[in-house]
C-alpha cells in the first residue's frame, strides 16, 4: 500500500515533472580573434556596452542597434545562448542542454523564433507514463488534480495577486509573506499531504527547490509572474524549437555580427557614477554611456565593480539562490517507447534518473529520450554514471534502452560562467534586498531573466528582460 501511495503521487506530479529543465556549440561570428593578442588590442567607445551573450543581452542589444545606437556585447564563453545549449548528437542532429521548452502564452519567445525563422517542434506527450520505485514498476495515465489540490492552488494564486509584478518587494505585507517558507504556508493552513505534495512538485519542477527553502513571497511572485499552476505546470512546455533553443541566440548573434565578442569575460567595470563606464575584459576595454548587465544576479558576483555597489543591490548578488541541472539525452534508433504506447515521460526515486521525457527530433529519424539526472550523479566517474544511468533507463523502458546509439551529458554545476539554472530564493532577501534587483544603478542597467515579472526565469522572461532594458537605456540616452 506504501509503495503504492508513492507510485501514486510520483504518478500525480507526472504533469508538473513537466516542466523540468536542461553545447558542440554553434560559433558565431565575432569581433576579433580568441588568442589574446588581439583581444588585448581591443579598445571600443560605444553607447552601450552589454555583458552577456544570452537571450537578454542579445535582445537587449538588437533593440539598440536597431534604434540606431552603437553596441558591443560582450561574454566570457567562446558561444552565444548561456543557459540555452544546443548539443549535437548522431546523425547529424541537436538536442538542448539547456532551457527548450516554451508554450503558447510565451508571446515575446514565440515571436521571436516565427522572425528568425525556427520552427516549433511539439512536446509528444501521447500515452502512459511510467514510473518505477522500490523495484516495481507500473504505468499511469496522466492524472488531473484533486478538488483539494486545485482548492490550495487557487488559494495560492488569489494571494499572488496581492504580488506586484514589477515590484514584488512592494506587496502588502511584503516582509511578512517573504519571512516565511512557503511549507511555513502549508503547514499553517493545514494543507493536506497529497496538495503540499503537488505544491512541493511545482516548486521541484520549477525552481528546483523545495517548499522548505523556498520564500513565499518569492514563490507567489513567480506563480503570478507564469500565470497560475497551470501555466506554470503545463502551458510552458508545449513545444520544443527545432534545432535546439541556442539557435535564436546564433540567429541574433549572426544579426549583430561585429558587434559580439566571445572569449571576454568582463572583470571589472569602473565608473557607473560617473559620466562614462569602462569595461575591462579579458579581450580588452570598452568604454560606454551606458552599460547592461544581462545574466543572473549570482554570476554578476564575479565582476568587481568600482565604487563598490550600493548595499542593497551588493547584499542581492551575493546572496541570489542558484539550482542546478544535469541533464542527460540518450538516443536509439527510433522511438521504440512509442510503439508499446509509453510517452516517454517516467519517475524514478532510484537516486540516478529522477524524470525522462521523450526528445525526438521532428523527423523521428532516431528515438531520444531526455533524463534529468541527480546532481549527485556528478561524483561518478564518467563510465559509471552512464552505467549507471542506462540501467535505470532500462528499468523504465525495458531492454532495448540498452542499447542506445548516442549518449551525451550536460552538467551545469561544471559551468564557470552559469551558477545555477533557475533562482530559488530563500526567505528573507526578496524583502530585504529586492527593490535592487531591476533599478539601474548609476550608468548599469540591469537584465536577465531574472529581472522579468513576466515568465520570470524562463526564456520568455530573458527575451522581455533585454528589451525592457533595451528601452529604459535608450530613454535615458535621449537626456545623457
Ligand atoms: C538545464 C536548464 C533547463 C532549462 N529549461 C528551460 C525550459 O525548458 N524553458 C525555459 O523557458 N527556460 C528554461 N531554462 C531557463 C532559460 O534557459 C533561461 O531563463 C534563459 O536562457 C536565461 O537567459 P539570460 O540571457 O537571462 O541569461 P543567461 O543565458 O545565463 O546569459 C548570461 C550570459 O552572461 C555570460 N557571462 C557570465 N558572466 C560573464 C562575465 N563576467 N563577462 C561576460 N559574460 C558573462 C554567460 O556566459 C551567459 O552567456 C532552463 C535553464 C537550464 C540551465
Same mark, same amino acid.
Given at each position: ?5 508513492? *507510485? %501514486? =503521487? ?21 569581433? %576579433?580573434?580568441?588568442? +589574446?593578442?588581439? #583581444? ?5 567607445? $560605444? ?42 548528437? &548522431? ?10 521548452? !516554451? ?14 525563422? &525556427? ?32 482548492? *490550495? ?5 488569489? @494571494? ?14 511584503? =516582509? ?14 493545514? $494543507? ?30 513567480? @506563480? ?14 508545449? #513545444? ?28 571589472? &567595470? ?48 551575493? #546572496?541570489? %539562490? ?7 539525452? *540518450? ?19 532510484? +537516486? ?43 528499468? @523504465?523502458? +525495458? ?30 532577501? *526578496?524583502?530585504?534586498? %529586492?527593490?535592487? @534587483? ?6 548599469? #542597467? ?16 530573458? !527575451?522581455?528582460?533585454?528589451?525592457? =532594458? ?11
Amino acid at each position: 500500500m506504501k509503495l503504492l501511495n508513492r *507510485i %501514486g =503521487a510520483m504518478a500525480s506530479i507526472s504533469r508538473r515533472f513537466l516542466l523540468k529543465w536542461p553545447a558542440a556549440t554553434y560559433a558565431v561570428s565575432v569581433l %576579433g580573434a580568441r588568442d +589574446g593578442s588581439a #583581444h588585448s588590442r581591443m579598445r571600443r567607445d $560605444v553607447d552601450v556596452a552589454i555583458v552577456g551573450a544570452g537571450l537578454s543581452g542579445l535582445c537587449a542589444a538588437r533593440l539598440l542597434a536597431r534604434a540606431g545606437r552603437s553596441v558591443l556585447v560582450l561574454d566570457a564563453r567562446d558561444r552565444v545562448g548561456g543557459r540555452t545549449l544546443n548539443q549535437r548528437i &548522431i546523425g547529424n542532429r541537436w538536442v538542448d542542454g539547456g532551457g527548450q521548452w !516554451i508554450g503558447g502564452s510565451q508571446t515575446r519567445v514565440m515571436a521571436l523564433a516565427d522572425e528568425l525563422g &525556427i520552427q516549433r517542434v511539439p512536446q509528444y506527450t501521447t500515452g502512459l507514463g511510467v514510473a518505477y520505485a522500490n523495484g516495481t514498476r507500473i504505468t499511469f495515465e496522466r492524472d488531473t488534480p484533486s478538488a483539494e489540490t486545485l482548492r *490550495i492552488q487557487v488559494m495560492l494564486e488569489n @494571494l499572488s495577486r496581492q504580488v506586484p509584478l514589477d515590484a514584488p518587494w512592494n506587496a502588502a505585507e511584503a =516582509a511578512l509573506l517573504d519571512a516565511q517558507s512557503v511549507a511555513d504556508w502549508l503547514q499553517a493552513n493545514n $494543507v493536506g499531504a497529497e496538495a503540499s505534495q503537488a505544491v512541493a512538485a511545482t516548486i521541484g519542477t520549477t525552481l528546483s527547490a523545495s517548499p522548505e527553502n523556498t520564500s513565499l513571497l518569492w514563490f507567489l511572485f513567480y @506563480l503570478r509572474s507564469a500565470g497560475g499552476f497551470a501555466e506554470l505546470n503545463d502551458g510552458a512546455q508545449q #513545444h520544443r524549437l527545432e534545432g535546439g533553443a541556442q539557435s535564436l541566440s546564433v540567429r541574433l548573434a549572426e544579426e549583430l555580427a561585429g558587434s559580439v565578442v566571445l572569449g571576454a569575460p568582463v572583470r571589472r &567595470i569602473k565608473g557607473w557614477c560617473s559620466d562614462s563606464v569602462l569595461l575591462h575584459s579579458d579581450a580588452g576595454t570598452v568604454r560606454a554611456r551606458r552599460a547592461i548587465v544581462a545574466m543572473m544576479p549570482r554570476d554578476m558576483q564575479r565582476i568587481d565593480f568600482t565604487p563598490a555597489l550600493p548595499r542593497n543591490r551588493d547584499a542581492l548578488q551575493r #546572496h541570489w %539562490g542558484a539550482s542546478s541541472g544535469f541533464k542527460v539525452h *540518450i538516443v536509439f534508433d527510433r522511438p521504440f517507447w512509442r510503439d508499446q504506447g509509453l510517452s516517454g515521460i517516467g519517475f524514478m526515486d532510484s +537516486g540516478g534518473v529522477e524524470v525522462t521525457f521523450d526528445s525526438t527530433p521532428a523527423d523521428g529519424a532516431v528515438g531520444v529520450l531526455l533524463a534529468f539526472v541527480n546532481p549527485a550523479a556528478s561524483r561518478l566517474s564518467a563510465a559509471a554514471r552512464r552505467e549507471r544511468i542506462i540501467e535505470d533507463v532500462s528499468k @523504465l523502458f +525495458g531492454e532495448q534502452a540498452r542499447a542506445p546509439l548516442d549518449y551525451v551529458e550536460q552538467d551545469w554545476t561544471r559551468e564557470t560562467w552559469t551558477a545555477g539554472c533557475v533562482s530559488p530564493q530563500p526567505p528573507g532577501l *526578496i524583502s530585504s534586498s %529586492g527593490s535592487a @534587483l531591476k533599478a539601474p544603478t548609476g550608468r548599469i #542597467h540591469w537584465a536577465g531573466t531574472e529581472t522579468s515579472g513576466v515568465w520570470c526565469g524562463y526564456i520568455e522572461g530573458a !527575451i522581455r528582460a533585454g528589451e525592457r =532594458a533595451a528601452a529604459e537605456v535608450l530613454e535615458q540616452l535621449a537626456f545623457d
